[in-house]
Structures are given as structure tokens and as C-alpha cells.
């Protein structure tokens, strides 16, 4: 009975894949160094029914995906098991449980770290004495109290502080895969039996004291080690840590408030958030008006005006006044929780660099232990003497741990510094290929302009008739196009000659036009992610909210980047770009060119965007909206200039407002009314030229040219982020977030490499030192601790506040694009 209640409360933890797969995260408990988290990888991966397990070393973390079908023997609580019976603890994964396991395991190595630090002490002071005894003479019954004393402190240290090692070395030889314990473990236990032999009568130095500074100091760089990797990890894990842990919910009878947990709040309840609280879960504004402080989400300091109607995440900040929200998400749906998922899962990725680096630390363990031997029968033949502290000091002097950690430190510390810049990475691969791109194409609408675009004018067709165009102005003071202008005032001055309608009559029948055909527009376009269609529907719903729910589209089928096609009433319409309008237009008669049939109304001196409604027989209506560019749109540009990255802009929208845009951006590159295989079909271009392309999109719209860049990254897309198709997620309203994000990613590339190079170069330099005797044991001891530190020391410089400075590299030649890719470049 407590088996089935076990299993069914560990069931909770699994999450369903494709494919009939589950995953599960774990918190582990006793990981030493990296050799231990690829032990477990691979032992879990000779389970039956387990296809991947990825340990991350930083976070103590373990996600494993196995196949869970009725029937099946093996289940999450079989793995739990499993972990244990290796000699590690593990745990499903819950934030506040894996705090309480890393304090625990802190105050574990803290407490050994000190007895040693006390006891090491001790030692030295009687191995002085000794050595003060060998110069200056000391009775025997003192230095035989003296060496007995050192041996009787000696042994607690190797019984219990160094315990871990000991037990590391056991499971590395159990499962055939050694880390650096084994050598360590070996040089204590040699030392120490060396120290015997000679103190009961064998001849030979004593090295109690060398044993336990061995132990101080390899304890002292695995807590500052294990300080470090946490400090590391803090950047994801606030994230989860600063949401509010209570909330006030507000009972639906009563309207009473209460207090209860953050974690229960299900959909559909209420909640008050007083000002200056965190915001407990997602929902939607009831009552209230107030700004609320995003940056933990964002990065951006800014707080956000917001309203009744409006929609607001957890882990914001409520600013002003007292809100009232209904929770359209629980906690663990969150948008935060999507975020902090996603990262988790982009830290699991070990890139193939890191991989060849465990692969070669196992063998160098190996390698080292066969070198060990046949040196020390070297020196036991020519110096026997000396053999003993030699022998020990190659096998302490040895790190392959600085091998391991060179790129799992690096990994982790800008992992977490990019969350701290509104960038989350989605894919393991996001960081490497940031640091190798060498074009940048950027989308025009809602990435380079605010994505809020306002709809300034409609251009209706009156019954299809194109020689019968009416136009609405939406806007005060924007441009009208004098074609039109011209028309509507001879047709207003015919109509006051002839007695008939006047200039308020005929404003309210284009209003009449107009407002069908806007209504008719929205119930397609509410189908759609685009910005250009939230903005349609935006201004249809302050029109005629009743009208617009009355509608309802039938067989909708939408293209993205495109339009969307459906039936309304009967009638097939079609709303989007130029090009879609034009393919579903191409076969009737006189149409077969929009674009020179439409010059009149398609001239666009404002750079705005335009959109097209037509059904089965002609264009009805042309609507005209204006997107401003972001504020840092031009700064952000120049600095990819700057760092040596040609930006280029791909855009569906029509070639008059690209090209405004090009030009307000200093004359970027770019290519218009591209449809997505067009943009898809480019970005091939410029890989197939060897160019390393990013993308920055709609994560959503642009879903599958994203997939053709080395790197992608969505625009921030709030409750959409489980459905964007890209390597990372820019929520930061920022563009130049994603500079400093590139250049943090170069740097962090040049810190791998750095790391790579040091722990070679150590281990190149201290073992033939230690195996001609240069090195004494106690260097050896500092020299393998300095290392790992030395490591992990240089990946948290990437963790420092100052922002990255632009790496200034020449301009990439637009004319080197590649073949086929004809850039268009403003004058």
C-alpha cells in the first residue's frame, strides 16, 4: 500500500513527452566534482527504457527521460532508488527542497572543512616540534609521544574529513569509471601507511602532517568550488525565489480576503495585491489602475503602467495602488515557471567541447595512476628514500577536475547572467552560436518597430468597384494620399452642386463601408499572432466589440507572415499582405498585377504598412497602419556593426515602409515583401556562403524561418513563450539586450577556451615536475586546489555587473552576402 501511494505521489513529477516519453527533474544530493554527474549519466543510460539523462554539475540538477507505459517496471521511483544504491542521495525537484539540500550539503563540507582545519593545526604543531627536535635534539620518550599524537589526530582526519574521497574512489572503481578521488584517495592512503610503517620502527619520514594538509586543503577548494558553482546557478534560480510564496485571496461569497499559499491558486479566483507585493501568480487586471516593476522577468528598471483589462505576470512588482486580479494561470503554469523551465533545460546541454573534455579527463585518471607506478619503481630503485613522497605528489599534483569544470563553469555563470538581461536561452546550442554569428537578420514589424502599430486610415472599394474608392482617416494629422484626397473632394463638391450629400452625409457612409469591412477583417485576423492583426483587432473591438463577437470565420486557414483566408457568411475572404491578396486574386481578370492596378492607393510616402481585405472577386479594402521604431533600434544596429555582424532586414511588409525603416536605421541592408519561403530561402543562401546567420523574430509568425538560422531569437511573447519555435527568448524590451547578449557569449567563449588551455597547460607542467621530485606533497596539495579555483574563479568574472564593452571589427562587405541574395540598399 505505501509502494502505490509513493508511486502515485512521484507520478506528479513526471511530465508527459512526444513519443511516449516522461521527464523528470531531479535535485542530487553528495555530487563532488564532474566525474560523479557522468557516472550517474551513464549509469542511469544502462537502464532498460531510460533515453537520456543529463546531469548539470552547477546546480546539482538531473533530468531524465525514459519511456512510461502501462505495465512498465520502470518508473520515476525505481530511479530514485537506483541514484541511491550508487551511494547519492536524490529527491524530486521543488525550489524550496533544493535550497533546504544545498544548505545541507554546505553545512556537511563546512563541518569537515573545519574538524580538518582544527586538526591540521594540531598536527603541525607536533610535526614542528619534531622537526625543532631533529636539529636541536629531543628526549625519545617526547618525539615518541609526539609522532603516536600526530598519528592519533591523523586518523579522524582520514576517517571522516576525507570520507568523501574515499567514497568517490569506491564508486569509481565499483563502476568502472574513476575520477579524481582514486588518485587522491591512493596519495592519502599511501601517505599515511607510508607514516605507519616508519613510526613503527620501518624506517622513514613521517607524513601525518603532509596527510592532513592534503585533506584541509583539497576540502577548502571543493567548498570554495561548491560556492562558487551555487553563485553560479543563483542567476536562474531567483527567478522562482523572488515570486511571492502567500497571496490574499479573495472568497467569492464573502469578499473576504485571506491568506494563503502562492502554490494553491487555481484559475478563476481572485486575488488583491497591495502595493509594493509581488504579483503571486498570472492574471488578468479586475479592478485598479497602478505600474507594475518587471525587471526581474526583463531586466528593465521601467515600471509598466497597467490597468483593468490588462494582463500581469508573476513575479512582477505592484508599484502604486491596490489591484484585484482573476488568475488565469496556477504556479506551475506560470509564464515565470515557463521561463525558469526552459533555461533549466537549455543548462542541461553539454557542448561537444565539454564532452571530449570528460571523455579525455577518465582516461588521463588512468593514464595518471600507470605513470605513478612506474615512477615510483623508478625512484624505489635509485632513491628509496624518496620514492614515497614523490609517488605521492604526482598522484595529488594531478587535476583532471579543471579539465571537466573548464566549460560547465563557464556555461553556467552566463546562463545566468543572460537571464539577467531579459535573454533566455531555450537550446543548449544558443550560446555557441550567438558567439559565431556573422549576420544578424532582423524582422521589421514588432521586432525593429514597437509592435504596436495603429490603424491610420481605411481605403475602402465600394461594392468592388475599383474606381469607386472611399477613404476613412482614423488618426488626426496623418497624411492622406493626395490621389485620393482629389477624388473624394470632386465627389463631395458633385454631390453639394446636385443638391445631394453633404460633407457629414458622406463621411458617414465611408464610415458605414469602412466599419464592414473592418469587422469583416478582425474576425479573420483574430486567427492570427501577427502584430499587424492584433492591431486591426484592436481597433475593431473599440469600434463594435458586440458586432465583431457576432461574426464568426468558418474554415480559416492561416499563413504565417502572410494572411489568413476564410469564409464568412458564405463569402471567401482573404486578408494580408500584397503578395497574398495577390496569389488568391491572380486568376481574374484585370488583376493579374495588384500592384499596378492599385499604384494610386499603394503609394506610401509615410512608410506605413498596409494590409489588404479581397474577396473571390476583387479588393475591398486597403488598411493603412503605422509601427514607430523602438528607441535603441539605431544604436542597437550600429553596435552589431561595430562587433563585426552585417545586419540585414527581412520583411513581408511592402517596400515603401521597409525602406523608411532602412533609412531611419543609417541605410541598412534590406530585402521587402519577402513571403516566409522567400526569407527561408535566403537565410539558406547566406549558410550555403558559409556565413554564421542569426535570426530575430516572432517566435510565433516566423516559426519556421527561424528554424533555417544558426541561432534564433523570439521576441519576448509573454503568454506565448511554450509556443515559440526559437533558440532563446528576448523578453527584455531592449534591443540592445541582445548585443550585450552576443558579446557575453564571446567572452564566454574565450573563457571556455582560456579554462581549456589552463588545465592543460597545469597538468602538462605539475606532473613532470612531481615525477622528477620538484614538487613536495604539500605544493602538490595547493597546486591541485589552486587549480579547480583558478577554473571556476575565471567563469565568474562572467557573472560581473559592468556591461559588456562592443568589440569594434570591421564592417562585413553587404556585397559578400552570397549568391543569389540581392541586398536592397537605401540611398
Known amino acids: 500500500m505505501r509502494r502505490r501511494e509513493r508511486d502515485a505521489t512521484l507520478a506528479r513529477f513526471e511530465q508527459p513527452l ?48 525514459y519511456a512510461r507505459s502501462p505495465g512498465a517496471t520502470l518508473d520515476l521511483s525505481r530511479i530514485l532508488e537506483f541514484i541511491e544504491s550508487m551511494g547519492y542521495g536524490a529527491q524530486p525537484y521543488d525550489p524550496a527542497r533544493q535550497e533546504l539540500s544545498l544548505q545541507r550539503e554546505q553545512r556537511a563540507q563546512l563541518r569537515r572543512l573545519l574538524i580538518a582545519g582544527f586538526l591540521c593545526a594540531q598536527i603541525m604543531m607536533l610535526s614542528s616540534a619534531l622537526y625543532y627536535g631533529d636539529w636541536w635534539g629531543m628526549e625519545p620518550q617526547f618525539r615518541e609521544l609526539f609522532s603516536w599524537s600526530a598519528l592519533v589526530l591523523c586518523i579522524p582526519v ?72 551555487k553563485r553560479s546557478a543563483m542567476g536562474v534560480e531567483a527567478l522562482l525565489q523572488e515570486r511571492p ?70 513575479g512582477t512588482v505592484n508599484h502604486e495602488s491596490t489591484l484585484e486580479l482573476e488568475v488565469v494561470r496556477g504556479c506551475d503554469d506560470s509564464v515565470l515557471a515557463q521561463i525558469h ?11 561537444p567541447i565539454a564532452a571530449l573534455a570528460d571523455r579525455l579527463a577518465g582516461w588521463f585518471v588512468l593514464a595518471v595512476l600507470l605513470l605513478a607506478a612506474l615512477v615510483a619503481a ?130 458617414q457612409v465611408r464610415s458605414v463601408h469602412s466599419d464592414s469591412d473592418l469587422a469583416l477583417a478582425a474576425a479573420l485576423e483574430q486567427h492570427s499572432e501577427h502584430p499587424l492583426a492584433r492591431a486591426i483587432l484592436k481597433e475593431a473591438g473599440e469600434r463594435f466589440e458586440e458586432r465583431l463577437g457576432q461574426l464568426q470565420a468558418s474554415d480559416v486557414q492561416v499563413e504565417p507572415g502572410a494572411g489568413v483566408q476564410g469564409t464568412i457568411d458564405g463569402s471567401r475572404l482573404f486578408v494580408g499582405s500584397l ?106 543562401a547566406l549558410a550555403a556562403a558559409g556565413h554564421r546567420v542569426g535570426m530575430l523574430g516572432d517566435g510565433v509568425n516566423d516559426a519556421p524561418v527561424l528554424a533555417a538560422a544558426s541561432v534564433s531569437v523570439a521576441m519576448g511573447g509573454g503568454t506565448q513563450i511554450a509556443r515559440v519555435a526559437s533558440d532563446a527568448l528576448l523578453l527584455s524590451e531592449r534591443l540592445e539586450s541582445l548585443a550585450d547578449a552576443i558579446l557575453l557569449a564571446r567572452r564566454s567563449r574565450r573563457i571556455i577556451k582560456q579554462n581549456l588551455v589552463w588545465a592543460l597547460c597545469y597538468n602538462a607542467m605539475a606532473l613532470p615536475a612531481a615525477a622528477l621530485g620538484v614538487v613536495a606533497p604539500w605544493m602538490a596539495a595547493i597546486g591541485m586546489s589552486a587549480s579547480s579555483l583558478i577554473v571556476v574563479g575565471n567563469s565568474l568574472t562572467l557573472l560581473a555587473a559592468k556591461r559588456p564593452t562592443a568589440e569594434r571589427r570591421p564592417r562585413a562587405d553587404s556585397a559578400r552576402l552570397a549568391p543569389g541574395v540581392e541586398s536592397t540598399t537605401t540611398a
Open 18 to 65: 512526444e513519443d511516449g516519453l516522461v521527464e523528470a527533474h531531479l535535485i542530487l544530493e553528495r555530487i563532488e566534482c564532474p566525474a560523479c554527474a557522468l557516472m550517474i549519466e551513464r549509469r542511469l543510460g544502462e537502464l532498460d527504457g531510460v533515453r537520456q539523462a543529463l546531469v548539470n554539475v552547477s546546480t546539482n540538477r538531473l533530468v531524465v527521460r
Open 245 to 314: 510564496t502567500m497571496a490574499l485571496r479573495i472568497d467569492p461569497h464573502s469578499g473576504a480576503a485571506e491568506v494563503v499559499a502562492a502554490s494553491s491558486l487555481q484559475p478563476g479566483e481572485r486575488v488583491r495585491v497591495l502595493p509594493g507585493e509581488g504579483i503571486p501568480a498570472d492574471g488578468r487586471i479586475l479592478t485598479g489602475q497602478s505600474s507594475v516593476d518587471r525587471s526581474l522577468l526583463t531586466g528593465e528598471s521601467m515600471p509598466l503602467p497597467v490597468k483593468a483589462g490588462d494582463e500581469v505576470l508573476a
Open 378 to 507: 623508478l625512484w624505489y630503485v635509485h632513491q628509496p628514500e624518496r620514492w614515497l613522497a614523490v609517488t605521492v605528489a604526482m598522484l595529488v599534483v594531478t587535476c583532471p577536475c579543471a579539465l571537466s569544470l573548464a566549460t560547465p563553469a563557464a556555461i553556467a555563470a552566463v546562463t545566468g547572467r543572460l537571464a539577467g538581461l531579459g535573454l533566455v536561452p531555450i537550446r543548449g546550442r544558443t550560446i555557441e552560436a550567438l558567439a559565431e554569428v556573422d549576420h544578424f537578420v532582423l524582422d521589421k514589424t514588432g521586432t525593429l518597430t514597437r509592435g504596436e502599430a495603429e490603424l491610420v486610415s481605411i481605403s475602402t472599394f465600394v461594392d468592388g468597384a475599383l474606381d469607386r474608392l472611399e477613404t476613412l482617416e482614423l488618426r488626426p494629422g496623418t497624411t492622406r494620399n493626395s490621389y485620393l484626397a482629389d477624388q473624394l473632394q470632386d465627389e463631395y463638391e458633385a454631390g453639394s452642386d446636385a443638391g445631394g450629400t453633404t460633407d457629414t452625409d458622406a463621411t
Open 158 to 229: 582520514l576517517g571522516y574529513c576525507a570520507s568523501s574521497f574515499y567514497a568517490g574512489a569506491w564508486r569509481g572503481l565499483r563502476y568502472r569509471q574513476p575520477g579524481m578521488d582514486l588518485p587522491v584517495a591512493l596519495g592519502l592512503s599511501i601517505a599515511f601507511a607510508g607514516s605507519v610503517h616508519a613510526l613503527l620502527g620501518g624506517g622513514g619520514s613521517l607524513y601525518f602532517e603532509s596527510v592532513a594538509m592534503f585533506v584541509f586543503f583539497l576540502l577548502l577548494a571543493r567548498y570554495l568550488e561548491f560556492l562558487a558553482r
Open 341 to 351: 523551465s526552459l533555461v533549466e533545460r537549455a543548462r542541461q546541454h553539454r557542448p
Open 579 to 684: 503578395d497574398f491578396v495577390q496569389r488568391a486574386l491572380a486568376d481574374r481578370p484585370g488583376l493579374a498585377d495588384l500592384r499596378s492596378v492599385l499604384r494610386e492607393v499603394l503609394d506610401n510616402p509615410d512608410g506605413d504598412s498596409l494590409v489588404l481585405l479581397a474577396d473571390e472577386n476583387s479588393v475591398r479594402s486597403v488598411f493603412r497602419l503605422r509601427d514607430e521604431l523602438r528607441d535603441d533600434a539605431l544604436s542597437f544596429v550600429t553596435r552589431l556593426q561595430r562587433m563585426g555582424i552585417q545586419p540585414l532586414i527581412f520583411s513581408g511588409d511592402n517596400l515603401s515602409a521597409v525602406s523608411s525603416v532602412a533609412r531611419r536605421l543609417d541605410g541598412v541592408d534590406f530585402l521587402a515583401e519577402l513571403t516566409p519561403a522567400d526569407k527561408h530561402a535566403r537565410l539558406q
